[in-house]
C-alpha cells in the first residue's frame, strides 16, 4: 500500500498528467524557431555564395567637364545623294541637333577626315563658333582615315584637359571625353581601326560611331561613271564595341537628326559598374551571427 502510494504521486509535487502517473508534462519547445534558425543559415549560405560570383551593378554618373569631339567623314563618298541633299550637307545639318542638346558646359570639337585627319576647332564651350565651324562646306577628299581621325580626337581631348587642370585652382579636375564619329565607309589610309580603339580604351575615352547612309548610294565618276558607295556598318560597330561605346545607323537626315539628339542628352552620363562582392559578403556574415544568436538564445547552443 505504501509502494502504491507513492507511485500515485508526482514526483516534483506538481499536478498528475493522465496516463504517466508521477510524471509531468514536458513543455512543448516552438517549432518556428528551428525552423527560423534554419531560415538564416541557408539565406546566410546563398549570400556568401553569390559573393564568390564578384556581383557588379551599373550605375549612371553624371560627368562634369567633358570634352567631346563630332568626328565627320569627309571623303568623296559623302558626296553621294542617296541622302538627300547629299550625305555630307544632311551631316552638317543634322550635327546642329548635336549642339541644341549637348549639356550646358561640355565642351565640343570637330575633327573632319578623308585621307588624313584635321582639327576644325578645340573644343570649347562656344557653341556658337562649333556650329559655323560645321555650317562651312569641306572640301572631299580621297580615302577614309577613321583610325587617324579617333587619334587625332585623343590628342585634342588630352590638350583640352591640360588646359582646363591649368585654369583649375587645384589642378585637381579631370574632365572625361567622348568621340561620336560619323561615316559611310571603312578605314583605308592610316592607322587601323583597331590601334585607335586600344589607345581611346587606354585613355578612358568612349567611342560612338554613325553609320550614315544606305547601300544603294552611289558616286558618279567622270572616267567610271558610277560607282557604287555602300555603308561599312561593320567595321563601325566593331570600333564602338571596342571601346563600349553605341554603334547607330541613320539612313535619312531625320533619323540622323534623332541620333544627335539623343547622343547630346546623354553625352554627359557615363556608366559605371561597381563591383559589389563586399555588400554580399557583409550581408552573410550579419545573417549569419543573427542565427547564431537565434540558436543561443531560443536553444542553448549553436546552431
Known sequence: ALWCGIRDQPLDGGPRRPGVPGRRASPDRSGWRRHLTAAFLLVAVITAALAFARPVIACEVQQAQKKVILAIDTSISMHADDVA????????????????????????????????????????????????????????????????????????????????ENESEDGSARPVGTIVLLSDGDTTSGRPNDEAASAARD??????????????????????????????????????????????????VEELSAVYEDLGRSVQVEVVRTEVTDWFAGAALLVLVMAAAGSLMWNGRLP
Open 203 to 252: 585613355r578612358n575615352v568612349t567611342v560612338h560611331t554613325i553609320a550614315f547612309g544606305t547601300d544603294s548610294g552611289t558616286i558618279d565618276d567622270p572616267l567610271l561613271g558610277s560607282i557604287p558607295v555602300p555603308v561599312n556598318r561593320e567595321a563601325l560597330e566593331q570600333l564602338a564595341y571596342q571601346t563600349d561605346g553605341r554603334a547607330l545607323t541613320a539612313v535619312s
Open 85 to 164: 541633299p547629299s550625305r555630307s550637307a544632311a551631316a552638317r545639318e543634322a550635327s546642329g541637333t548635336f549642339l541644341d542638346t549637348v549639356p550646358e558646359g561640355v565642351a565640343v570639337g570637330v575633327v573632319a577626315f578623308d585621307s588624313r585627319a584635321r582639327l576644325l576647332i578645340s573644343p570649347t564651350t562656344r557653341l556658337d563658333a562649333v556650329r559655323r565651324t560645321i555650317e562651312r562646306e569641306p572640301n572631299l577628299g580621297e580615302g577614309t582615315a577613321i583610325g587617324e581621325a579617333v587619334f587625332l580626337g585623343l590628342d585634342a581631348i588630352d590638350d583640352a584637359i591640360v588646359r582646363a
